[in-house]
């Protein structure tokens, strides 16, 4: 061997102990993907140190990391009860509560309101009409955005406000809303005096892989007026067609209207992600006075993504799957859960909880519905019962427990939305709100086929290698 050959021998092997070392010391990884890391660099290092380099870490540029984690622990939290509301003390919600609270520092907040739409493109007409009532301020950050008729509607909705003095911030994440922001509309928007802003811009594709990773996206869905009413759910400023992943339409949504307290704490997280972004600050309108009490709904923000250190969504899933009693009702379209989330469901099933899982039959990603499907054999066996929807793909993301409960936001049941996207939910705690969002689980459970253990045993052997595979894979990701 040549000199050459002994240089890239000792590069290569310091390049593999280093990955190795990182792999491991890594904090806050989840065990099954360091072991998953481990093995990929160890076996295959040509391929997995890169591979590492690239999507190994859930990192964020650095700088605009530390940005981020400056400004969430500058901004004021909206003023709260720190004991709580006392609806939630001695029942089981109380420790989903206490853990949420730990996210962002927020406290459940008492005195909402909310209200279900009925379907996307009432939503779409609610928000208008919000828009179109506002007198002081307007904030949006939507994952995705597309120029049909709902994204142009709620473009023109902001262009009327911002024409008559409101002050109008919007927030688009680079990648989910690229064609969109390349658009005449989100032009004729900045003409017209909206503050226009992208999420997480991508810039150079290569200097942002080196620097960070370019999956790493706000995937975020809110609607903030005046300072007091707030949009959640799943939906992203588009027709239910999506016309760019039509074969899979419709796109199947559910957007909450809340008004209250909890409105403010939706602003905290705009007002985090929009400083983050180099927008002005808006600490001034979370020092407001409160909202008055608009109705008995308990409800807390959470807000996560790369900055927070530990799988916190994840957490405050599994809390909540862990205080149901006696049912419980969970929708998304994407099912990659992970050991905590999986351990939570397969627990509850066995002490006797009802519990539903509804995912789409047709899903945009053959990786994640194959993956999904791995889980459905161990979960039928505890007593899951699993429904596939029929009609289109099933987009809303929902956890109703003992319908008293919930979770609803832009966080799916998977390893994505756990640890990489900045994702938005609201747990909430009341009977009425509960029972609505599960009659609309049940509208959408009277479309789905049953999955059945005899179907599942039916499963070809090469398609369940394959499944089995791809779950193995998800730590990885």
Same mark, same amino acid.
């Given at each position: 061997?040549?000199?050459?050959?002994?240089?890239?021998?000792?590069?290569?092997? &310091?390049?593999?102990?280093?990955?190795?070392?990182?792999?491991?010391?890594?904090?806050?990884?989840?065990?099954?993907?360091?072991?998953?890391?481990?093995?990929?660099?160890?076996?295959?290092?040509?391929?997995?140190?890169?591979?590492?380099?690239?999507?190994?870490?859930?990192?964020?540029?650095?700088?605009?990391?530390?940005?981020?984690?400056?400004?969430?622990?500058?901004?004021?939290?909206?003023?709260?009860?720190?004991?709580?509301?006392?609806?939630?003390?001695?029942?089981?919600?109380?420790?989903?509560?206490?853990?949420?609270?730990?996210?962002?520092?927020?406290?459940?907040?008492?005195?909402?309101?909310?209200?279900?739409?009925?379907?996307?493109?009432?939503?779409?007409?609610?928000?208008?009409?919000?828009?179109?009532?506002?007198?002081?301020?307007?904030?949006?950050?939507?994952?995705?955005?597309?120029?049909?008729?709902?994204?142009?509607?709620?473009?023109?909705?902001?262009?009327?406000?911002?024409?008559?003095?409101?002050?109008?911030?919007?927030?688009?994440?680079?990648?989910?809303?690229?064609?969109?922001?390349?658009?005449?509309?989100?032009?004729?928007?900045?003409?017209?005096?909206?503050?226009?802003?992208?999420?997480?811009?991508?810039?150079?594709?290569?200097?942002?892989?080196?620097?960070?990773?370019?999956?790493?996206?706000?995937?975020?869905?809110?609607?903030?007026?005046?300072?007091?009413?707030?949009?959640?759910?799943?939906?992203?400023?588009?027709?239910?067609?999506?016309?760019?992943?039509?074969?899979?339409?419709?796109?199947?949504?559910?957007?909450?209207?809340?008004?209250?307290?909890?409105?403010?704490?939706?602003?905290?997280?705009?007002?985090?992600?929009?400083?983050?972004?180099?927008?002005?600050?808006?600490?001034?309108?979370?020092?407001?006075?409160?909202?008055?009490?608009?109705?008995?709904?308990?409800?807390?923000?959470?807000?996560?993504?790369?900055?927070?250190?530990?799988?916190?969504?994840?957490?405050?899933?599994?809390?909540?799957?862990?205080?149901?009693?006696?049912?419980?009702?969970?929708?998304?379209?994407?099912?990659?859960?992970?050991?905590?989330?999986?351990?939570?469901?397969?627990?509850?099933?066995?002490?006797?909880?009802?519990?539903? &899982?509804?995912?789409?039959?047709?899903?945009?990603?053959?990786?994640?519905?194959?993956?999904?499907?791995?889980?459905?054999?161990?979960?039928?066996?505890?007593?899951?019962?699993?429904?596939?929807?029929?009609?289109?793909?099933?987009?809303?993301?929902?956890?109703?427990?003992?319908?008293?409960?919930?979770?609803?936001?832009?966080?799916?049941?998977?390893?994505?939305?756990?640890?990489?996207?900045?994702?938005?939910?609201?747990?909430?705690?009341?009977?009425?709100?509960?029972?609505?969002?599960?009659?609309?689980?049940?509208?959408?459970?009277?479309?789905?086929?049953?999955?059945?253990?005899?179907?599942?045993?039916?499963?070809?052997?090469?398609?369940?290698?394959?499944?089995?595979?791809?779950?193995?894979?998800?730590?990885?990701?």
């Amino acid at each position: 061997m040549t000199i050459y050959h002994w240089i890239f021998v000792a590069l290569a092997t &310091l390049a593999e102990v280093a990955t190795l070392l990182r792999v491991i010391l890594r904090p806050h990884r989840d065990p099954a993907a360091r072991l998953a890391w481990l093995m990929v660099v160890i076996v295959l290092p040509g391929l997995g140190i890169p591979a590492y380099i690239l999507w190994g870490d859930t990192r964020l540029i650095r700088r605009r990391r530390l940005h981020g984690l400056a400004v969430e622990a500058a901004l004021p939290r909206p003023p709260a009860d720190p004991g709580g509301p006392p609806q939630v003390a001695a029942t089981p919600w109380q420790p989903p509560f206490a853990l949420a609270a730990s996210v962002n520092g927020l406290s459940a907040t008492a005195g909402n309101s909310a209200t279900i739409a009925a379907d996307n493109r009432a939503a779409v007409a609610a928000m208008i009409a919000d828009i179109d009532a506002a007198c002081a301020s307007v904030h949006a950050c939507f994952y995705i955005w597309l120029d049909d008729d709902s994204g142009v509607a709620l473009a023109q909705a902001m262009i009327r406000a911002a024409r008559r003095g409101v002050v109008v911030r919007v927030l688009a994440d680079a990648l989910g809303s690229r064609q969109f922001l390349r658009s005449a509309h989100w032009q004729a928007m900045r003409d017209a005096g909206v503050i226009a802003r992208e999420a997480l811009p991508v810039g150079n594709l290569a200097w942002t892989l080196i620097r960070g990773r370019v999956d790493l996206r706000n995937h975020r869905k809110a609607l903030i007026v005046d300072n007091a009413i707030a949009w959640c759910g799943s939906q992203n400023a588009a027709d239910p067609e999506f016309r760019i992943k039509p074969r899979f339409a419709p796109w199947v949504d559910v957007m909450t209207r809340w008004h209250g307290p909890i409105a403010r704490q939706w602003q905290y997280l705009f007002a985090a992600d929009w400083i983050a972004e180099g927008g002005d600050d808006l600490s001034a309108l979370l020092r407001a006075p409160l909202p008055p009490a608009q109705g008995e709904v308990v409800a807390q923000a959470i807000g996560t993504g790369p900055t927070v250190a530990y799988g916190a969504m994840n957490a405050c899933f599994a809390a909540l799957i862990h205080a149901a009693r006696r049912s419980l009702t969970i929708t998304t379209p994407y099912f990659v859960p992970g050991e905590q989330a999986l351990t939570a469901l397969v627990s509850a099933a066995l002490r006797g909880v009802a519990v539903t &899982l509804i995912v789409p039959r047709r899903n945009d990603s053959r990786f994640v519905a194959a993956a999904s499907r791995s889980y459905y054999a161990s979960l039928l066996e505890a007593g899951v019962a699993i429904h596939e929807f029929l009609p289109g793909l099933l987009h809303a993301k929902t956890m109703v427990a003992d319908e008293s409960a919930g979770i609803v936001g832009s966080a799916n049941l998977d390893r994505r939305s756990f640890e990489l996207n900045f994702e938005n939910n609201i747990l909430f705690a009341d009977a009425e709100l509960a029972r609505a969002l599960s009659a609309r689980q049940h509208e959408w459970l009277a479309q789905c086929i049953a999955i059945t253990p005899e179907m599942a045993a039916r499963t070809p052997l090469a398609k369940r290698l394959w499944r089995n595979l791809l779950a193995m894979m998800s730590p990885l990701l």
